[in-house]
């Protein structure tokens, strides 16, 4: 019986944690950055499916997630930065996160997450050379 409550709380925690993410996120102002709020729970959702992260590990990700997000996009609308200085600080800032993500990851899950930003980072510097940044 006790075995049978436990189980319930926990399955009950695990199905409403991401509802308080994507709260909290709507908290934190729909205006001209909520679109940027939901590229991040986009891509939450996504490295979520992808790496098969626990509801502990999304929880502790968000904040990470949310920082890096809103460094890229200083630095994305900073009109002072050339191209080859928007792409290092770029760098910078996905590496520092990715500093703080490693630890939270297991070894499978870390090796997944180094494809995904690799890839990530191709992207990106297509976009620098084509000039959409």
Known sequence: MKLRVTTLILLA?????????QLAIAQMG????G?????????MEK??????????????????????????????SDTTLGPMQKMMQMKEVGSAADAQIKPILTPEQDQKFEQIRAQER?????????GQM
């Open 13 to 21: 925690g695990i199905l409403i944690l991401p509802l308080f993410a």
């Open 122 to 130: 191709e992207e990106m510097m297509q976009k620098i050379r084509s």
């Open 30 to 33: 729909t205006g001209a950055g």
């Open 47 to 76: 490295l979520s499916s992808a790496l098969q992260l626990t509801p502990q590990q999304k929880k502790q990700m968000m904040p990470i997630l949310m920082e890096e997000g809103q460094k890229l996009k200083g630095i994305k």
């Open 35 to 43: 679109a940027d709020k939901q590229e991040i729970m986009a891509k």
